[in-house]
């Protein structure tokens, strides 16, 4: 036998994920980089999501149910990335296999969820680990080096501050779990600066807190909370602010003899501290210093991105990492159970202080005596939203169906119902006693895939036309769209409602190709049912308050106040207010239209570009000004986007031709919503946009 000692092979340890949102994309490469590790099993409720992440990472095992992954995988070790409220569920499982636990944070929704999985795990004596990723973070490590090296003396206050950008897949078909509740985003975002201060911060008491709401972010019931956080080591403010621009996520550590300031978005640590020098010569040399510790910070970490040694998430990956060797030597975890309860028991003491300043939320119950007869799809989106307000005021009764009660305004005999397209069961009770059905939901501008869109937009109405039938409604007003039509040869041609259909609209994006479809499943219902009696508004571009700003048929990435408009000042601008859509829609409902009937909506017919741009000027005092970048310049950037396809997809792209698409010299006919309707619009485009823009000047850019 050879003299030199024999090192056995590790044990490879199992491990399965629960939870297939975009985090567990993350978990896996982490995971890939640890030695002796593999991934036996994923789990999510959606087993179509479940299937892809499995697929794609090489996966073998597939589940939507955990105790089955549990019985049959066999793992050792098991990554909960379900939202916080499922954790506790999920965790007695686990420990009833022996499974050690890595979950995502917050550990639990509630200290009592939170003390409870720290219990379950200690009795079963299974390792859980938090996941309070930022501990591991190259700017936190650094920060905590310089203070064991004693560059800011002791410690004796720290701030942490953290931003929140919303995100679009706010919108999309699949909803992010922290929208989904009033303190979702809270949950899924104060636990980071929490437990970062805490780590200076020894057996902290209770916080005391402000907050406040400025109506910003609708989902949240706080949007803007401070907390001050004593110990006997020190103080610590905790901020989240969901309304301040650009995002923020820093810290600050203040010590007897300087201050650190440690920022993840910029990925820099700055140090200031006491050096001798006369107080003059620090004031005048403190800007230098820091522009060159700036400096240094940006060009290592721009090294490290080049080298890949700079990778986003590269805290999961450590404390990953770290977790797995302390399973290996038996050690406890990289953070331990206590240091989750903390953070639960922390965040609820701020939520509790919080719950005076929560927003009312709209409750779905009946308005009164009288049952509504008119339901609104949408209820809580632009158009949904403002023709319910508009119906409040007119003390109609309605029930309107939204995604989620947060988006959803509390109004004067409105009901609100909790549904989408999808819910069979919920859209079946929301139809009962209608007579008017204004169909204004719809998926758009969201990330996700055609199948996405055409679920909502198309099935989704197919269903509801279905269903309204069944249930004796009389009237069914579906909002479409003018991107369905077809750009014209004769660039002096007028389009009316019988002009011709896009037949490349898949070159133009999931939105467009699923709104034409969905108009033609509207359409061939109409033609082979007599009730209920179907009309098609087919509205230009919308804009009023709430909505962003028109500038342009097509805007470039700009400011805000110098917005790059491509095309001709002579492009007709296509755009409607939102309150002439309304009266269009009230009109449609009251009106002997026959069913099929299709109406234009545009107003001024006659706007251009050029006029939209002028008038902008003029609403506001030219803060806009929008600039025409020239035609030839965007399509050689529109080509070059076209031939990156090529790779990828072994064809060319199709930006040219949505460029082309969307620039087309399309001018509209609405003399049918005028003489069979009624339409009356009566907003003229300065007034319009002077109320768009005092909107947003008081309010800012509401998500």
């Not at 920060?143 to 953290?162: L, N, P, Y």
């Not at 319910?388 to 109609?396: A, P, T």
């Not at 004796?472 to 019988?498: H, Q, R």
């Not at 070059?640 to 969307?662: E, M, N, Q």
Request: charged share 20%.
């Amino acid at each position: 036998m050879s003299s030199e000692a024999v090192t056995a092979e590790p044990k490879v340890l199992r491990v399965a994920l629960v939870g297939c949102g975009r985090i567990s994309t993350y978990h896996i490469a982490a995971l890939a980089a640890v030695p002796a590790v593999e991934i036996v099993a994923v789990c999510d409720l959606n087993e179509q999501i479940a299937r892809e992440v499995a697929t794609h990472h090489g996966i073998r095992g597939c589940y939507t149910d955990v105790e089955a992954m549990l019985r049959e995988a066999h793992p050792d070790v098991m990554h909960i990335l379900t939202p916080p409220q499922s954790h506790l569920a999920l965790a007695r499982l686990a420990v009833r296999y022996q499974v050690h636990l890595y979950i995502e944070k917050p550990m639990a929704a509630t200290l009592s969820d939170a003390q409870a999985i720290a219990d379950l795990a200690q009795q079963a004596g299974v390792q859980v680990c938090p996941g309070h990723s930022r501990l591991f973070e190259p700017v936190f490590l650094e920060a905590c080096r310089r203070i064991r090296r004693g560059d800011i003396g002791q410690v004796i206050s720290v701030r942490a501050e953290q931003g929140f950008t919303y995100e679009s897949a706010a919108r999309s078909s699949s909803i992010p779990w922290s929208y989904t509740y009033d303190w979702g985003i809270f949950d899924n975002l104060i636990c980071h600066p929490l437990y970062l201060a805490c780590h200076f911060l020894k057996q902290p008491g209770q916080p005391k807190v402000v907050s406040g709401n400025f109506g910003l972010v609708r989902e949240a019931a706080v949007e803007e909370v401070r907390a001050l956080i004593p110990s006997s080591t020190g103080i610590a403010e905790v901020t989240l602010s969901l309304s301040n621009a650009p995002e923020v996520n820093r810290m600050e550590i203040v010590g007897t003899r300087g201050r650190i300031m440690a920022d993840w978005q910029t990925m820099t640590v700055l140090t200031a501290r006491q050096n001798g020098w006369p107080s003059a010569l620090v004031r005048f040399t403190s800007n230098f210093v820091s522009a060159y510790q700036l400096a240094r910070s940006g060009c290592a970490t721009l090294f490290g991105i080049a080298r890949g040694r700079v990778q986003r998430y590269q805290g999961l990956r450590t404390i990953v990492a770290e977790f797995y060797q302390s399973l290996r030597d038996g050690t406890s975890p990289p953070v331990t159970a206590e240091a989750g309860v903390l953070n639960a028991r922390l965040m609820e003491e701020i939520r509790l202080q919080c719950e005076e300043n929560r927003k009312p939320r709209p409750l779905a119950q009946p308005t009164g005596r009288l049952r509504p007869r008119v339901l609104v799809t949408g209820g809580s989106g632009f158009l949904g939203g403002r023709l319910l307000q508009v119906l409040s005021d007119q003390n109609i009764p309605v029930r309107g169906i939204t995604r989620l009660l947060s988006r959803a305004r509390h109004l004067p005999g409105i009901e609100s119902v909790l549904s989408d397209l999808a819910q069979e069961a919920r859209l079946r009770a929301a139809l009962c006693d209608i007579e008017t059905v204004y169909h204004c939901a719809a998926l758009c501008g969201a990330p996700g895939s055609l199948q996405d869109y055409e679920q909502v937009n198309v099935e989704g109405t197919r269903q509801l036309l279905r269903l309204a039938a069944e249930a004796g409604v009389k009237n069914f007003i579906y909002l479409s769209s003018m991107s369905v039509y077809a750009a014209p040869s004769d660039s002096t041609a007028i389009l009316d409602e019988d002009s011709a259909l896009d037949q490349r609209a898949s070159e133009r994006g999931a939105y467009t190709q699923s709104k034409l479809a969905a108009d033609q499943v509207v359409l061939e219902f109409a033609r082979q049912h007599r009730w209920p009696r179907v009309i098609v508004l087919r509205p230009g571009t919308l804009y009023g308050p709430g909505a962003k700003p028109p500038t342009g048929r097509f805007q470039l990435p700009s400011p805000q106040t110098r917005p790059l408009v491509t095309g001709s000042p002579d492009v007709p601008a296509g755009l409607v207010y939102v309150d002439d859509v309304v009266e269009a829609m009230l009109a449609a409902a009251r009106s002997m239209a026959p069913t099929g009937r299709v109406y234009n909506l545009i107003n001024p017919a006659e706007c251009t570009q050029g006029e939209l741009a002028r008038t902008l000027t003029e609403v506001t005092g030219g803060r806009v000004r929008p600039i025409f970048a020239p035609y030839p310049l965007v399509w050689s950037a529109m080509l070059g986007v076209d031939l990156l396809s090529l790779p990828r997809h072994r064809k060319l792209g199709t930006a040219r031709y949505r460029l082309k698409r969307t620039l087309a010299p399309m001018r509209f006919e609405c003399t049918a919503a005028r003489q069979e309707l009624g339409w009356r619009p009566r907003v003229p485009l300065a007034t319009g946009l002077a109320r768009t823009f005092d909107y947003e000047t008081r309010l800012g850019s509401r998500p």
